[in-house]
């Protein structure tokens, strides 16, 4: 429950060359005032904000450290409270110290996300922006991270802002013809209502459309290397990775478990996963490996085939790729290296490469990309939306829907602004223009305690 304490935490480790600690609330000068003791110490040191003080960290008992100390005036801090950071030689035993010292002046530690929570409680943030803030912590891509920004800097809070405005002009209108009738406004009209309402639901349509994008630039794709035993799969894991990670021999069967690495292109994750070789075997494990593998490679975004072309013998490939023909894949000759003659064999479903060589790994890359981010829509219009967004975005529309078929089933108009009062609370809810402590200690338990 939010109150007014003054609240302290960490905001780095307190193991490492410099360890940080953030405190919050009314109290925070007459602290900092207590426990740091400025350098060029006068009688009664008036801290400028944003200035950064050279000084000794005391407690009652004396000297702790030497470091410096950054006080923030409200509402121009963190919070929108006034605050101050300390910075000191990050070892256990001082970070306890000082933390100590300053919990005996009367400040708590503050829960997860307990600092954010404020700064949207005091209107610096909205609720998008503080999700925003949370996944910037789980952010793995740089595509991923810039729409984080986006969120962030309020482009999204802006479109539903707009959305919201667009919602609140309907009912004004509405209520000035129930208040005003026989003025005749245009309001009154059920059929402008409608168009005004499906016009709405399309523009967050829209947003919801893009949100299956939002799902592979946030969490990225799940590559399959599959094929025969011995086709060059964990050699050509271990190219892209550009280390050592499967093990590699001659002996077919070699990798049993899944092993997985991952990489950026263009600032896109993808997850790669090396896995048995098909063949029949009476292999006890093996044949686990080959029942993962296939498991796999079903629920993967896309199959990279991976054949050996130096083999005279293609049947048992052939009849392979048959079986993929249902699932996105891309067919990857191997070992080219080791052919006389190659014609150019290369199309838009298939790839000659050599993973020892590295001949065609740069098209193999550029090809990946193309068969998984091509398809999707990557411009600024994309909002990062989680389920919580998601699912408000839903209840506004069901909504809009109600209110659409209310009018369709000739109810008077206070009726159907009752549906769309609906609507505009869930628009609301999502920017936390509503909200219950309920949902922000959902939002916020997600925080980690400092944020
Ligand atoms: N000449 C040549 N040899 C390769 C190439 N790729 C892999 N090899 C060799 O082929 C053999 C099998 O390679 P792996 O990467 O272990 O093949 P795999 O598909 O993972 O094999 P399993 O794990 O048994 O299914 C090893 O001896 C590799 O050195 C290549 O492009 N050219
Ligand atoms: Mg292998």
Excluded: W
């Amino acid at each position: 429950m939010f109150t007014s304490d003054t609240i302290v935490s960490f905001i780095t480790s307190c193991n490492g060359p410099v360890s940080g600690i953030r405190v919050s609330g009314d109290k925070s000068l007459e602290v900092l005032k207590k426990i740091f003791v400025p350098e060029y110490k006068k009688k009664d040191i008036k801290f400028i904000a944003r200035k950064v003080y050279l000084g000794d960290f005391v407690s009652e008992n004396g000297f702790i450290d030497q470091g410096t100390a950054v006080f923030f005036k409200g509402p121009a801090s963190y919070t929108g409270e006034d605050c101050f950071e300390i910075f000191f030689h990050g070892t256990p035993l001082i970070s306890r110290l000082i933390v100590n010292s300053i919990i005996l002046n009367g400040v708590r530690v503050a829960d997860a996300g307990e600092f954010t929570r404020r700064s949207f409680l005091n209107s610096k943030i909205d609720l998008l922006q503080a999700e925003a803030i949370s996944e910037i912590y789980q952010t793995r891509n740089e595509k991923a991270l810039s729409l984080v920004y986006n969120n962030l800097k309020g482009t999204f809070s802006k479109e539903i802002n707009e959305i919201r405005d667009t919602l609140v002009g309907v009912i004004s209108g509405i209520e000035a013809y129930l208040d005003f009738p026989e003025d005749e406004v245009e309001a009154g009209n059920t059929k402008t209502i409608s168009l005004e309402v499906k016009s709405i639901q399309k523009i967050i349509r829209d947003i919801l459309k893009n949100r299956e994008s939002c799902d592979y630039i946030r969490n990225g794709y799940r590559i399959a290397l599959f094929g025969m035993v011995n086709s060059g799969k964990s050699s050509i894991l271990n190219q892209l990775l550009k280390e050592d990670r499967a093990i590699i021999t001659n002996i077919p069967g070699t990798t049993r478990d899944i092993i997985e690495g991952e990489i950026s292109i263009k600032g896109i994750l993808y997850r790669f996963f090396d896995m048995a070789g098909m063949r029949l075997t009476s292999d006890t494990i093996e044949k686990i490996g080959i029942k993962k593998a296939l498991k796999m490679a079903k629920t993967s975004d896309l199959i990279l085939f991976v054949t050996d072309i130096s083999l005279e013998d293609q049947e048992l490939n052939l009849k392979l790729e048959k079986k993929l023909k249902k699932y996105k894949h891309l067919t990857v000759k191997n070992k080219c290296d080791l052919k006389k003659s190659v014609e150019n064999e290369n199309s838009s479903t298939e790839l000659l490469i050599s993973a020892k060589t590295g001949v065609g790994f740069d098209e193999l890359v550029e090809k990946i990309y193309s068969l998984t981010v091509g398809d999707l829509k990557m411009d600024d219009e994309i909002f990062l939306i989680n389920e919580r967004q998601k699912s408000h975005l839903l209840q506004t529309i069901e909504s809009l829907d109600l209110s659409l078929e209310t009018i369709k089933n000739g109810y008077t108009l206070d009726c159907v602004s009752v549906d769309l009062y609906d609507a505009l609370n869930y628009l609301k809810e999502i920017i936390g223009e509503i909200s219950t402590e309920d949902i922000l200690d959902r939002v916020f338990s997600t925080f980690c305690i400092g944020k």
